[in-house]
């Protein structure tokens, strides 16, 4: 352990936020909270991104490590014990001030505070909860908080913290067992799915009890509320890619009854500050994680296929109620015999495309195992997921597009939520034809091969696969090219161009983007 | 209204108004009644790229809030909330035919009823939600966007530029999340300010008359809290990944006049 000099808090944001920016996750949604007297700050359900990095990724939150030092070896990791970096740490105090003078000025709309496993996890998760609290209580802050959960951390630390945070996510990393194994030999599968489930759990008791137990935790239907269906016996789980999300190093698995875990009620009464007090003084009370938890994996570290990761992410929003999974393409910073050599280029395109995929499988109905199987485990670098998924099934086309429902519309490529959303409303009232679709909005140039619109096609075409493949790659090129080489019209989260789901980057999950609005 | 206001066939009467909503639904109202004579009629804006046409009729209408407030109540009620709310946003936008827009998408509503929202492929509705999209997804970024700094004697102000009127959406929002504070957030392009006195309601002012840029810029200094940002802005981007056009397609320029980060 090194000595800690007092660094300058200007040095420390640098090292700080360095150690910090590999985390995709930048998002601070999925909770509405109103400001309220004498306190500062509020949460709004779609999200609010405040600046834009030089690498294009949305700034929403202040994000930092609380330290970058680390008893762990994680060798994909630029934190890791075995590398010679500058090491530093924030007081709570400095990460309130941060955050409370930062929030003023409307730079940020919250924090998110993660940490390096400085001397143990719970020591660790400790001193997270200890900053967390001095914000919520003696700051009254009632901004946006995202925060890490550490593997390996008591769960009874991670419940306290969970009473302050919006959001939590503990990051798998790496989508199997085996690969975790080789990378972070310090981590086990285990460690990590464990919190995840004590917070899925929390997240879900919370439900029932708000909902005096009446509804169970999932509402049904696949589309339109944005979840996928209800699938849970997905190979990912039960066994499948050697373990899927079942650590092969463990006894048992991970089982629906593998872990006893302290009820969240069990747990004594925090004493409220000057912020939450006033929430229980209008008859509110904390809420545990009330945003919900995400994930993130790493991708290209190692070998697995797109199909693998993908299945994973879908086990994972199946199984864990998750939120959100984040791709975080590779960057090579240590020089290791297990992975890609330094310098060796983020896998953009290969992010991209996992983005599409997450969308179509939160958004759009899809399952992980109609876009991909084990004889093609990997996307298509011509074509995105979706228009790869519809020259293959051409038997399913053409759609009309005054009687197809909403499900089936939204499997046609070119049409996004908001296109289908108002093709709906617009044919209530006439027979919509092509002209008329273009005045709506909707784009037709990749559309018009697989809609008709009262029984006529666009332009004649052949129905054929390698033909419609050929048009659209052709469309695809040289998007594709940008995105890896870095371009204007790769968009990290929006997928504007691809699906048209014109949304705020930052709007994620917000039912009332996809249901109340135009 | 006065009878010789109707004219021959070729000449259409033309309603100019102000720039803001009051003034649009003001002239809104008067169009909406004159139009009940059968004929019909056309609004325009007043301002820079207003240009008179030999054939058209002309007729100034006075910012009347209590109209303009009838006018709206109208809308809610003969066609419904949603129409109130796209008509009332796409007032907001900064589109020359703003007003005529509003005023056609209001008589086909009128005519229609609350159906009218759904008939996206009819020009008159498209065109009201196109600028409503418009206004409200700038006034989004601006939440985001806008930057404060703190003055020395605590006032937090921002300067910001928009091309839509945003303030009327983005205040609220400020109000709620930082009602504690004596904030101002000051639109330099329409010369106006919302003005929030901590634990007060936020209220318009017009900054027209002279002195108000000279008071703000004697007061404009440079903050530890900038150089900090800064200094986190710069160290959040991966060098790997560095893509400054992507990052102008999400922030384009102009809407960095004012951001904290990009000012030197
Ligand atoms: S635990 Fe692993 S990933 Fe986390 S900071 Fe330490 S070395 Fe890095």
């Known amino acids: 352990m090194l000595v800690e ?23 601070s949604s999925g909770v509405d909270r109103q400001g309220a007297a004498h306190a500062l700050g509020s949460a709004a359900a779609c999200g609010i991104c405040h600046s834009f990095a030089a690498d294009g990724r949305c700034i929403s939150l202040l994000k930092i490590l609380m330290t ?49 496993v400085a001397v143990s996890p719970d020591a660790t998760m400790e001193r997270i909860y200890e900053a967390l609290s001095l914000l919520r209580r003696k700051y009254g802050f009632r901004g946006y908080i995202h925060v890490k959960g550490i593997p390996g951390a008591s769960p009874e630390l991670i419940e306290r913290v969970g009473y302050l945070a919006d959001r939590m996510s503990v990051n798998l990393e790496l989508p199997t067992a085996q690969g975790l194994k080789s990378l972070a030999p310090h981590k086990s599968r285990r460690s990590i799915l464990m919190p995840m489930r004590q917070i899925q759990r929390g997240i879900c008791e919370e439900r029932l009890l708000l909902t005096d137990g009446r509804a169970s ?89 797109d199909y693998q990761i993908l299945s994973v992410a879908e086990a994972l929003y199946q199984k864990f109620d998750l939120k959100r999974v984040f791709y975080s393409a590779y960057v090579g910073l240590n020089d290791d015999s297990l992975l ?48 790869d998924w519809a020259v293959r099934h051409l038997e399913c086309f053409p759609v009309e597009v005054n009687r197809a429902d909403y499900g089936t519309l939204l499997r046609v490529p070119g049409i996004g939520v908001k296109s289908a959303r108002r093709i709906i409303r617009a044919r209530r009232s006439a ?51 940008r995105v890896e080489h870095g371009g204007e019209d790769y968009r990290q989260l929006s997928l504007f161009d691809d699906m048209h789901l014109d949304m705020v980057p930052t709007v994620e999950d917000c039912r009332s983007s996809l249901t109340g609005q135009l | 209204m006065n009878e010789n206001l109707h004219g021959g066939p070729d000449t259409v009467l033309t309603f100019t108004c102000g720039p803001e909503p009051e003034d649009i639904f003001s ?117 985001g966007f ?75 200094t440079k903050e530890e809290w900038d150089a900090l940002w800064r200094t986190f802005v710069q160290h959040i981007a991966i060098e790997p990944r560095t893509n400054p056009k992507l990052q102008r397609g999400l922030l384009p320029l102009w809407y960095r006049k004012n951001m904290t980060e990009f000012l030197r």
């Open chain 1, 5 to 27: 000099k007092e660094l300058p808090l200007q040095r420390k944001l640098e090292i700080l936020s360095d150690a910090a920016k590999y985390d995709a996750a930048c998002t």
């Open chain 1, 68 to 116: 970058n030092e680390c008893v762990y070896d994680c060798r994909y990791c630029i934190n890791r014990r075995s590398n010679d970096v500058e090491r530093a740490s924030f007081a709570p105090e400095e990460i309130c001030t941060l955050t409370m003078e930062f929030y003023r000025r409307n730079y940020i709309e919250g924090l998110f505070l993660s940490s390096g």
């Open chain 1, 217 to 305: 935790g999932r509402i049904p239907g696949r589309i339109e509320d944005g979840r996928p269906g209800e699938h849970w016996n997905s190979p990912a789980l039960t066994g499948g890619f050697g373990g899927g999300l079942r650590d092969s190093g463990q006894k048992g698995g991970f089982g629906e009854t593998a872990f006893q875990l302290p009820s969240v009620s069990s747990l004594p009464p925090l004493e409220a500050g000057p912020g939450l007090r006033r929430d229980l003084a209008k008859g509110e009370r904390p809420r545990f994680v009330p945003a919900g938890q995400s994930t993130q994996m790493i991708i290209g570290a190692t070998p697995e296929t």
């Open chain 1, 340 to 387: 890609p050599a330094v310098g060796t280029r983020p896998p953009l395109l290969r992010e991209h495309r996992l983005y599409q995929a997450d969308w179509l499988l939160r958004f759009y109905g899809f399952e992980a195992g109609e876009l991909l199987d084990e004889n093609r485990p990997n996307f298509n670098v011509l074509l995105d997921p979706k228009c």
């Open chain 1, 431 to 481: 027979c919509l034809d092509f002209p008329d679709l273009k005045k709506m909005g909707v784009v037709l140039k990749r559309a018009h091969y697989f809609i008709t619109c009262a029984g006529k096609m666009y332009r004649p075409v052949r129905l054929e696969e390698s033909f419609i493949a050929g048009c659209l790659a052709d469309q695809n090129r040289k998007k594709n090219w």
């Open chain 2, 27 to 143: 002239a809104v109202y008067e169009a909406c009644l004159f139009s009940m004579s059968g004929e019909g009629a056309a609004l325009e804006i007043e301002g820079e790229n207003f240009q008179p046409s030999l054939f058209a009729r002309y007729l100034h209408v006075d910012r009347d809030e209590k109209k303009a407030r009838q006018m709206l109540e109208m809308v809610r009620r003969r066609i419904s909330e949603e129409a109130c709310l796209g008509a009332y946003r796409a007032s907001l936008s900064f589109a020359q035919d703003r007003a005529d827009a509003v005023y056609r998408f209001v008589l086909r509503g009128f005519r229609v009823g609350r159906g009218v929202t759904d008939r996206l492929q009819d020009t008159a509705v498209c065109r009201v939600f196109e600028l409503a999209r418009k206004a409200a997804n700038e006034s989004h970024l601006f939440l």
């Open chain 2, 146 to 220: 806008t930057r404060f700094a703190a003055w020395d004697n605590g006032v937090l102000f921002a300067r910001i530029a928009p091309k839509c009127h945003v303030l009327p959406v983005i205040a609220p929002h400020f109000a709620g999340r930082m009602p504690g504070e004596n904030w101002l957030i000051y639109d330099e392009n329409r010369r106006k300010a919302a003005v929030h006195p901590a634990g007060g309601p936020w209220y318009m002012m017009d900054t027209v008359e002279s002195g108000w840029e000279e008071m703000i810029r004697g007061r404009e």
